[in-house]
């Protein structure tokens, strides 16, 4: 078995240890567990949150012991609060993406959470553990996208997080529950029959459980094969007339991976992550960077932003139906519209969270500037996280053209948020839920994870 692709990423996962990890990784996925608390802590204020909450508490549990985001005094069995705050976290699209595309922390952290309230007091992990845990259930992600040239760019099938997050889960929990390298392989398997969501869900209330589902799912497959559950041994193989992993991708080349020796380079160190500055679709925050580049030229230009000297608006932007929505209904429709996220930039001058209320999406002037959108899409473009860009141009009545572009958002990988945005955004957003103090307690606890003798406490 440890000539296997299989085999070898399930001996990887059980013999890597702490000191694999370089500080550049220990660093980068510390911000990574900051930023994916504070969007589960606001996300744990929206509808769709309440709804799988009063779910999970109507389903009969006999260990209630891991906690809620947003939720104090509230704990569910350890498997349901993964699934619940796998779903705030992605409640309102405000969680890290990486490249190939996926959502890494929010499919993995939550179990961890869970997974580490549930152990006994004699066996409870300490901080290094945790860090651990997270960077294999990150790299499995990595590894498995990489084996298809298909994931690099924006999906069209399945939303990424609902089939490499569930394994990556799974990877993840078998790494912090000491399972066996046999075990560890098998929790790659079950989770593989658990994973997959079609993208036609994206832009619905439906989209978050990918996420829920995910980080649950990996974690019940861990708990299956650490109860002696038994899977396909080659699952992650390519095997000719019986698809295994290779289900998902129509191209699918997979490669062994490395048992770690004295060194193991983990892609975190060679990929950063992006984190959002605004809860929508990442595509969104190239299109936003564009309109108030442009917005702050109609300014200069006209000395005040006046929507009637625009008589059209030019988006280019990469061919991506289900993020190329010309008059949004709803929330979750809004966080995956180039336009309204275009027009709400040019109209407001900044896209917040309560740009995606109600009654922001339903304005009248933003709809008057959503009538005047013309989308084009240059061959340039690619719809890959790594290549594409947007660019928004105003044609004037008067005849004059205003343009801004944007080929690196603030805050993509390659140009990274800074640690003072980084830390304003996780206080505001767990400002919705905490007093100050345990704001700062979290902070200082994820800064110092290294030390913490129970990471449970997290």
């Known amino acids: 078995p440890e000539e296997t692709v299989t085999g070898s990423f399930a001996s990887f996962i059980h013999a ?70 796998g779903v705030a976290t992605h409640s309102m699209d405000f969680d890290d993406t990486w490249h190939p595309a996926t959502h890494p922390s929010g499919a993995v952290l939550p179990a961890l959470l869970a997974a580490s309230q549930m152990l006994p007091p004699s066996t409870k992990p300490n901080g290094m553990d945790f860090l651990l845990a997270f960077n294999v259930g990150l790299e499995v992600q990595g590894r498995l996208m990489h084996f298809s040239t298909e994931a690099h760019d924006i999906p069209k099938r399945f939303h990424p997080p609902s089939v490499v997050g569930t394994m990556g889960s799974a990877a993840a929990t078998a790494k912090l529950l000491s399972l066996s390298t046999a075990q560890c392989a098998h929790a790659l398997g079950i989770a593989a029959s658990l994973a997959g969501a079609p993208m036609a869900n994206a832009a619905t209330q439906a989209k978050p459980l990918h996420i829920g589902n995910a980080t649950r799912l990996g974690f019940e497959a861990a708990l299956l094969a650490a109860r002696g559950m038994e899977a396909n041994p080659l699952i992650l193989d390519d095997i000719p007339g019986c698809s295994g992993f290779s289900a998902f991708y129509s191209v699918y080349q997979p490669k062994p991976l490395s048992t770690p020796s004295d060194h193991h380079e983990f892609l975190l160190e060679k990929q950063d992550i992006a984190f959002k500055r605004f809860p929508a679709h990442l595509g969104m925050h190239w299109v936003v960077d564009a309109a108030l580049s442009v917005r702050n030229l109609f300014i200069n230009y006209a000395g005040s932003f006046s929507p009637s000297l625009i008589r059209t608006i030019v988006l280019k932007i990469p061919v991506s139906k289900y993020i190329n929505r010309p008059f949004p209904s709803s929330e979750h429709q809004a966080r995956h519209s180039f336009q309204f ?28 500037l959503l009538d005047k959108v013309v989308v084009e899409h240059p061959e340039d473009n690619a719809a890959n996280f790594d290549k594409m860009y947007g660019e928004v141009a105003l044609l004037l009545h008067s005849g004059d053209v205003l343009t801004g572009k ?21 206080r505001s957003n767990a400002s919705h839920v905490l007093p100050e103090e345990k704001i700062e307690t979290i902070i200082t606890m994820v800064d110092n994870l290294e030390d913490l003798s129970d990471s449970s406490q997290l």
């Open 406 to 426: 944007c080929d690196t958002f603030y805050g993509h990988w390659r140009k990274p948020l800074s640690k003072e945005s980084l830390l304003k955004k996780f």
């Open 341 to 368: 996220n275009a027009c709400t930039a040019l109209l407001d001058g900044e896209v917040g969270l309560s740009s995606f209320t109600e009654s922001s999406i339903h304005r009248q002037e933003l709809r008057e």
């Open 16 to 85: 890597v240890r702490p000191e694999h990890l370089s500080k550049t990784v220990r660093q980068r996925s510390k911000r990574m567990i900051l930023d994916s608390i504070g969007v589960g802590l606001v996300g744990s204020t929206t509808h769709v949150f309440n709804i799988a909450l009063q779910y999970c508490r109507e389903l009969y549990s006999s260990v209630a012991v891991s906690s809620v985001y947003g939720k104090p005094g509230v704990k569910l069995s350890p498997t349901l609060a993964a699934f619940t705050n």
